[in-house]
């Protein structure tokens, strides 16, 4: 059940910069959107109302400069001329303290799929509007690296050392 009028709606799409989204991730932002709308309708209305005007790309097409997830931006809110600098994520891997910010609140919603250059508006949860700015995107080394690009950060030892033995034979 969608909350916009169709004259909103309309508006809204005019006004909005083009957005791409990974194939790869459709379906799980689709089954989010679908989740929430028992908690938040809005937003969950929001993002398939993204969605569905995404063009849907995939992974090896998705330009590099578009805000996809694992992606690393430095956005400006125009009103107070700050920069911001954040990674999109799912859910479950957010986490605000290291500016990590789920694609289910409204910023992640309004950051999907743009490309650097884009300007749009923002609603946030206080209803507030805001003109932000993308100003660079791209790919967070964390969430894209595979894992045998981290084996120089293991430092648990591969075998038992001598104080390991030592405490075995204790």
């Known amino acids: 059940m969608s909350t916009a009028t169709p004259e909103t ?6 006004q909005q910069p083009q957005i791409v989204i990974n194939a790869e991730d459709l379906t799980h932002i689709e089954g989010l ?45 125009e009103a107070t001329k700050q920069t911001r600098r954040v990674t999109l994520v799912y859910p479950e ?3 605000i303290t290291r500016d990590m910010i789920s694609v289910m609140t409204p910023i992640g919603v309004a950051l999907l799929g743009l490309a650097e250059g884009a300007a749009f508006h923002w609603d946030t949860r206080d209803d507030e509007r805001r003109m932000l700015t993308v100003i660079h995107v791209e790919a967070d080394p964390e969430l894209t690296a595979s894992p045998a690009d981290h084996d120089d950060l293991d430092d648990t030892p591969d075998t038992p050392s001598d104080a390991d033995r030592d405490a075995e034979d204790a």
């Open 33 to 77: 959107a679908e989740g929430a709308f028992g908690r938040n309708p809005a937003l969950a209305d929001r993002l398939l109302e993204e969605l569905g005007r995404a063009r849907i790309v995939e992974p090896a097409d998705m330009p590099q400069d578009v805000i996809g997830i694992g992606s690393r931006v430095t956005y400006r809110d």
């Open 9 to 14: 709606a309309a508006a809204r799409r005019s």
């Open 93 to 95: 891997n957010a986490d």
